[in-house]
């Protein structure tokens, strides 16, 4: 159900309200989770026909095992009486006082038959509750779209005409008169499609959600990872690493996480990037904590590694007087950006990783670097198991990986005071 408060107090059976549009797409979510569940959608014009419209047009043309019951009444019922996208032209609304007009806002959408140029449909029809009579027919189209659930034959959808007299300033009997008379002459009522009888069930099984498959295909071992364990004498480190997408920002972060993890230290990993990951700004929050932790954000980083210089110039005012920054020396000469006071460290990260006979390891080296100022207090052999980890499926890469990671820590042992 979407946008409807408090619907839930009127269905007795297992119900969820979803954000406004995105029932079809949780109603699929539903529907594949339990094969054998019979999923019914309620939506009204102004949530179906506008923001979900993409999301109803998807579920139906995949034909998904849902039966849809939309509500039109030509109109926003909930949020004020707004144009909709079923509003006729010349209707008058809150938002189009002196009606719709076609050059302002298009003509009105016919959700039946837009939905009927599809191929998935199993069973389409439009009704009417304006009265008794209308209402018995409408029973009717009701409960074939649920048979055909029930039969788990496919998506079903009824597009209902109501009324909505508060919001239109009708009396009852002038809102019957302006379904029976207007409404129907923009939506004429009708079967539009129905084969049921010719349309085989689909199943498709059941899923499996069990603990043993999802650790299988996330390769967890059983008891694998150990539970933390309350240390406060250790403290808070706060790490940032940023970058450009494709740098192996969000993968560092990952495995100094893991080493932690691996120490039993409470642990948070909190990614950000832009809506493209390669090539543009990202960046990760690590936590690593002797007590249970209440933000996974880091403000104010104890350590920041950058790979470059936006991204140094971003965050290197929010280290720590006691900090450290750690930069690829690509980057150039950053005194002017580094803030007084505060230990930086210039890395050749990539020339580092290029030696150790790796191109895309330049995430690793500064992974050694960090090792190497035993600034996060994690020992050596939790950063190599954390590596192990990391390529658990590319089993190749582990050794070249360690070399980088040793490489890197002999580099700092020589270069850095």
């Known amino acids: 159900v979407g946008c409807a408060v408090f619907a839930y107090y009127y269905f007795d059976c297992g119900n969820l309200q979803v954000a406004h549009g995105r029932a079809p797409a949780v109603g699929t979510g539903m529907s594949r989770a339990r094969d054998d569940a019979v999923v019914m959608a309620y939506q009204g014009d102004g ?243 002797g007590e249970a932790i209440g933000s996974p954000i880091v403000y104010e980083p104890d350590i920041l590694v950058a790979f470059n210089q936006p991204s140094l110039e971003k965050f290197a005012s929010d280290v720590k007087k006691d900090g450290v920054i750690i930069y690829d020396s690509t980057v150039g000469n950053c005194d002017h950006i580094i803030p007084e006071g505060i230990k930086s460290i210039s890395v050749p990260a990539t020339k580092i990783a290029m030696d150790a006979g790796s191109k895309k390891g330049a995430n690793t080296a500064m992974l050694g670097i960090m090792l190497a100022t035993g600034r996060t207090k994690l020992p050596p052999e939790a950063f190599n198991k954390a590596l192990d980890e990391t390529f658990i499926n590319k089993p190749k890469l582990i050794p070249l990986n360690k070399k980088v990671l040793n490489a890197a820590v002999k580099w700092a042992e020589k270069n850095i005071k």
């Open 47 to 289: 949530d179906l026909a506008s923001i979900g419209l993409n999301e109803t047009i998807q579920t139906a043309n995949r034909g998904e095992k849902v039966a849809v019951f939309f509500v039109n009444n030509t109109v926003y019922g909930m949020t004020g009486g707004q144009m909709a996208p079923t509003t006729m032209i010349g209707e008058k609304t809150v938002t189009c006082p002196e009606g719709r007009t076609a050059e302002q806002a298009g003509y009105p959408l016919h959700m039946a038959e837009l939905l009927n140029e599809l191929k998935a449909p199993v069973f389409i029809e439009r009704v009417s509750v304006s009265d008794i009579g209308h209402i018995r027919k409408a029973k009717k189209a009701i409960s074939k779209a649920l048979k055909v659930q029930k039969e788990s034959k496919g998506y079903a959808f009824v597009e209902i005409l109501a009324a909505c007299p508060t919001n239109l300033r009708q009396s009852s009997e002038e809102s019957i008169r302006f379904i029976n008379n207007q409404v129907e002459k923009e939506f004429p009522l009708k079967n539009f499609r129905d084969i049921s009888d010719c349309t085989v069930p689909l199943f498709r099984g059941a899923s499996d959600f069990s603990k043993k498959s999802l650790d299988n295909i996330f390769n967890l071992e059983k008891d694998s990872s150990l539970d933390s364990v309350d240390t406060p004498n250790f403290g808070d480190i706060g790490i940032k690493i940023a970058g450009f997408g494709g740098q192996g920002v969000l993968s560092m972060g990952l495995m100094v996480a893991r080493a932690a993890c691996d120490e039993q230290y409470h642990v948070s990993w909190y990614p950000s990037y832009g809506p493209e990951q390669r090539g543009g700004t990202s960046n990760c929050s690590v936590v690593i904590s």
